[in-house]
């Protein structure tokens, strides 16, 4: 089983890790955003999509510059 997703935990690591300055006065507003995205992720992965059905798109490759 899947461990469940905690806001606080998740906002505090990656602030550190981007170096992220994240006041105090946003922290309720970051966490709120990142409970929601969390929920939108559990619709998405319970979505039944057959395999079949999954196209890649292209890569896209800038052209060289002339030097």
């Known amino acids: 089983m899947a461990k ?3 806001a606080e935990t998740h906002m505090r690591a990656m ?3 981007l ?3 994240i006041t105090p ?3 309720a ?4 955003f ?3 995205a969390a929920r939108m992720n559990t619709l998405l992965e319970a979505a ?3 395999a ?8 896209f490759t800038p052209p060289e510059r002339d030097a």
Not at 29 to 32: D, N, T
Not at 52 to 57: H, I, K, N, R
């Open 25 to 27: 006065a946003q922290e």
């Open 4 to 6: 469940a997703f905690d």
């Open 52 to 59: 079949d059905s999954l196209e890649l798109a292209p890569v």
């Open 29 to 32: 507003g970051v966490r709120q």
């Open 48 to 50: 039944p999509v057959p």
């Open 15 to 17: 602030a550190a890790a």
């Open 34 to 36: 990142l409970e929601l």
């Open 19 to 21: 170096d992220l300055g």
